[in-house]
């Protein structure tokens, strides 16, 4: 087949959180497979600066149609692997600035023009290169509008871009709503602004649009379906996800080895396996070492990288204090986010020095030395679409406290529910809890031997992409 993703990140050209390693394990997992893969991001300064040589040229100049004016854009092209081709779509004026999507204070103010541009240049280099896809696969809100962009400029150019389009959503939270007045940028017909098409209180809605336009639509793991068809995780979309149910479908996402994978990660000061635990040791000696805490210290580590966002339960941590307090055990917390967080997060180290490290800033290799390093990790999340760290600390040997919502719940394995089974301790995303999960894990890592069945088993689990594409490839071809 032949499949276009469109997406507003990628590993490792740029990345905010699980969406870009998604986006970069599938397509490689579908070149693999022999599938002619392109993938569409935007292109912004840090990827252009960091991956394309000096006096790179662009592959294709594109002039896009914005309300009553047309704009121009650029195109580079890179072949990152065998059968992938990278489209970067570039314009100073919407991408050329220090962060994808906010100032680090609130969201662009014109995040609506920047991915209407980024959407409809996809839908003309399609034209323009006579890529003739099978399936266009969208990602998140910044893609949503791209299936109906793309079905427009069929009917205008009479030519057929793609015979089918899927739409995943990866956060049903982050929805792209913009004022009614931006919908004039989309040129569509004025027809499709109603409460049955883009129009969502009086608004519009980009995640709307891909939902209800794209011929499939996913999420995320099986779990996250199930529960955006509900008010309390549906955050307002629900009802609309219930118009597709013949539709949905819950993939649940892998991990890509080739990046995470003990054995072999380059990351780390030592590699690791199932058969051979001995350099998870080196991991932790280093981890404490390089956040600043006693390395020679034999009590369990708790471990977490995320967004600095409530959704990953950061105020159940924080709410934890007497217990990090009491407690002969150490906490690394690693990522950035939002501003409060940051500040309640290092105020909340300095409170214990010695015992909380709180390293606020996103860094790939730290976070690979956080999963190896670790005897626990955390995620306490108040909904999670499906997680990959949870994946990732199995695969490490790192035994996940994981919160009983979304892709936690279809890939950790409780082990006072099924101690033969077990690979994780899961509890609900609430303060007792979470107190309680940690309880639970300080007994669990006093029985050395329970604790290394779990993590034996959560090693040989299998979260691979290899496993994970074959239900892509089943949905495409079914769409067909």
């Known amino acids: 087949m032949r499949i276009v993703h469109a997406a507003s990140e990628m590993f490792p050209y740029i990345k905010t959180g699980g969406l870009a390693d998604a986006v970069a394990a599938l397509a490689g997992a579908l070149a693999d497979k022999g599938h002619e893969v392109a993938i569409f991001i935007p292109g912004y300064r840090s990827v252009l600066e960091g991956h394309l040589g000096p006096g790179a040229k662009p592959s294709h100049k594109l002039k896009i149609e914005m309300g009553d004016s047309f704009l121009a854009g650029d195109v580079f092209t890179l072949n990152p692997r065998p059968g992938v081709t990278l489209h970067l779509i570039a314009r100073e004026e919407f991408f050329d600035r220090k962060l994808p999507y906010w100032t680090g204070e609130r969201d662009y103010d014109d995040n609506d023009a920047r991915f209407i541009f980024f959407q409809k240049a996809v839908v003309e280099l399609l034209r323009l290169t006579d890529f003739k896809a099978d399936i266009v696969h969208c990602h998140d809100w910044q893609t949503g509008m791209l299936p109906v962009f793309l079905r427009e400029a069929e009917r205008r150019y009479d030519v057929t871009l793609a015979l089918k389009t899927v739409f995943t959503i990866h956060n049903i939270a982050y929805q792209g709503v913009f004022p009614r007045k931006s919908f004039a940028l989309t040129n569509l017909p004025e027809e ?50 219930r118009t597709r149910l013949e539709d949905l479908h819950g993939l649940l996402n892998g991990i890509d080895t080739a990046v995470w994978s003990p054995s072999t990660d380059p990351s780390l000061p030592a590699r690791y396996s199932a058969e051979d635990l001995a350099g998870k040791a080196v991991c932790r000696t280093k981890l404490l070492k390089e956040v600043g805490l ?31 307090a009491d ?102 995303p609430k303060q007792d809890d979470f107190t309680g999960g940690l309880r639970r894990a300080l007994v669990l890592y006093a029985d050395q031997e329970k604790y290394a069945g779990a993590q034996r088993r959560a090693m040989q689990r299998d979260f691979s992409w290899t496993k994970a594409v074959a239900a892509y490839e089943q949905l495409y071809s079914a769409a067909l």
Do not use: W
């Open 192 to 241: 499709l602004m109603t409460i049955d098409g883009l129009e969502y209180y009086d608004q519009m809605c980009m995640l709307k649009a891909g939902i209800l336009y794209a011929d499939r639509v996913t999420t995320v793991s099986p779990q996250y379906a199930k529960e955006i068809q509900t008010p309390e995780f549906g955050n307002g979309m629900d009802g609309v996800i």
């Open 294 to 324: 006693d390395a020679k210290f034999k009590g369990p580590v708790f471990g977490m990288v995320c967004r600095f966002t409530p959704a990953k339960g950061l105020d159940l941590v924080l709410g934890a204090k007497e217990f990090f």
């Open 327 to 428: 407690e002969n055990c150490r906490l690394i917390v690693l990522g950035a986010g939002e501003k409060k967080y940051e500040a309640s997060l290092r105020e909340f180290a300095a409170t214990m020095p010695g015992k909380i490290a709180v390293c606020v800033r996103q860094d790939e290799a730290l976070s690979h030395l956080v999963e190896a390093g670790s005897d626990f990790f955390l995620m306490p999340s108040l909904f999670e679409p499906c997680g990959l760290n949870q994946m990732y600390s199995q695969a490490y040997g790192t035994v996940p406290l994981a919160s009983n919502v979304g892709g936690l719940v279809d890939t950790v394995t409780d082990l006072d529910a099924h101690p033969e089974a077990g690979t994780g301790i899961v509890f609900a």
